[in-house]
T-cell receptor, first 112, second 109 residues
């Protein structure tokens, strides 16, 4: 039973560039949430997708956008990258909203 | 501003002891509560879920919830060195999942 998979594992970008991160949920899950985790901090909620719609959003600027596809996979897009966007980006999936979430291994994004 | 607060630690306990981890939250409308374990360099791993007042036990782990006092705790009995990790408390209210910064636990052999 495949768990949550994320790609790529690591990514290096420069300021001003754009990045797309990808996530496939755990088999049977239909809800995907994205988080940003800075070193030494807890994950910060970016947004959640259910039925291909953004259902809830955290305190992140519009530079952060996402999408969910009919097969429940999801993408996180970040435009106009800033140095402060360097972090571990985590995807979590669940069966429905407000349910326990299972995390992927994350994408470590470094901005130079 | 919805907040989830945890002592950052480090919390150090000897092997075989009970480790007690605490978490407070500010949003009274919170509906579901979770504890995650995160090893260094790894992603969070769900270990406990709790939805109603009282205790929820799973093996060596017990989660306790008190909605009136707005706190949730995690007890780890017979702590093992492999339990050494950062423990994250997460609180969910209307699809808005908030995490604490985590408590770093060290179990010494």
């Amino acid at each position: 039973d495949a768990g949550v998979t994320q790609s790529p594992t690591h990514l290096i970008k420069t300021r001003g560039q754009q990045v797309t991160l990808r996530c496939s949920p755990k088999s049977g899950h239909d809800t995907v949430s994205w988080y940003q985790q800075a070193l030494g901090q807890g994950p910060q909620f970016i947004f959640q997708y259910y039925e291909e719609e953004e259902r809830q959003r955290g305190n992140f600027p519009d530079r952060f956008s996402g999408h969910q596809f009919p097969n429940y996979s999801s993408e996180l897009n970040v435009n106009a990258l800033l140095l402060g966007d360097s972090a571990l980006y985590l995807c979590a999936s669940s069966l429905g909203v407000n349910q326990p979430q299972h995390f992927g291994d994350g994408t470590r994004l470094s901005i130079l | 501003q919805k907040e989830v607060e945890q002592n950052s630690g480090p919390l150090s306990v000897p092997e075989g002891a009970i480790a007690s981890l605490n978490c407070t939250y500010s949003d009274r409308g919170s509906q579901s509560f979770f504890w995650y374990r995160q090893y260094s360099g790894k992603s969070p791993e769900l270990i406990m879920s709790i939805y109603s007042n009282g205790d929820q036990e799973d093996g060596r782990f017990t989660a306790q919830l008190n909605k009136a006092s707005q706190y949730v705790s995690l007890l780890i009995r017979d702590s093992q060195p492999s339990d050494s990790a950062t423990y994250l408390c997460a609180v969910n209210e209307n699809n808005d999942m908030r995490f604490g910064a985590g408590t770093r636990l060290t179990v010494k052999p």
